[in-house]
């Protein structure tokens, strides 16, 4: 493809020092596709990562729902994203028909795909949906203040805004918000996401499995130990990937003498 011969292009200039790969996967699978140009030293792996500093002076989930008028007594399970194919918004309009128990915020989309998704939860007569739309970064702590639980259903086939699938070789920046949050995570079980969440920090389910989805948020609904356990250590884990320990790591690995100025 034409992106393949501009890449090989940029890996045969002699004033390339490195590459920076944002997952493990991507490496993997660079290194395989161009093994004559590129080796291993010379791939540095660096997730996505967040501004922790966004999260530090969050509201309280009560302070956060008075704003937002959320009622304080209900269970909400959070989405904040696109709203496209591929990022499990059907798997979690499908569970939100099947538990009218709980409260499915979604926060995101383009206008297009806001009016698709109100319009099929028309359809479904989902009572227990709120689709608020795109909303601006700045505001989106206090929505994620006002959650009980996130959910990051990415499916094994992924869209980008661009076309392809990025399943294999993703790195959220989603993902690391969602630790930074203190609220807990339900995440799809795949590989690429295992580089980052383990069940020490999340729940993990089958992208397909919804019945594991359910029961995933049944628990946290009744055990408010486990749930505040997986969102603690998430909390933890995601001071390995600030964007300021991004650079210094990506710094680090760039030998003296190099090109980078």
Not at 171 to 183: D, I, L, N, Q, V
Not at 190 to 198: D, F
Not at 209 to 226: C, P
Request: some cysteine; hydrophobic content about 45%.
């Amino acid at each position: 493809s034409l992106g393949a011969w501009y890449f090989r292009r940029i890996l045969n200039n002699c004033n390339l020092s490195k590459v920076v790969a944002i997952t493990h996967a991507l490496k993997k699978l660079l290194l395989e596709n161009f093994s004559d140009v590129l080796y291993d030293d010379r791939v540095i792996v660096a997730p996505d990562g967040v501004d922790l500093e966004r999260f530090s002076n969050r509201p309280t989930k009560a302070e956060a729902r008075l704003v937002l008028n959320l009622d304080p007594q209900d269970f909400v399970a959070g989405y904040v994203g696109h709203l496209y194919p591929g990022r499990g918004v059907e798997q979690i309009l499908d569970i939100a028909k099947r538990s009218h128990d709980i409260v499915f915020l979604f926060v995101g989309g383009t206008p297009q795909d806001i009016a698709n998704r109100k319009r099929q939860a028309a359809e479904m007569a989902l009572d227990n949906v709120r689709i608020v739309g795109f909303v601006a970064n700045s505001e989106l702590p206090t929505f994620y203040a006002a959650c009980d639980v996130l959910l990051m259903p990415y499916q094994r086939e992924v869209a980008v805004s661009g076309g392809g699938n990025t399943a294999n070789y993703m790195s959220p920046m989603k993902m690391f918000e969602y630790m930074a949050t203190g609220r807990m995570i339900i995440a799809s079980d795949m590989p690429v996401l295992r580089e980052v969440l383990n069940e020490s920090n999340a729940a993990l389910c089958a992208p397909e499995d919804i019945h594991g989805w359910r029961t995933a948020l049944k628990r946290a609904q009744t055990d408010s130990v486990w749930r505040k356990t997986l969102s603690a250590t998430a909390l933890v884990d995601v001071t390995n990937f600030t964007w300021k320990r991004r650079v210094r790591d990506i710094l680090a690995n760039i030998t003296v003498g190099s090109t980078l100025h």
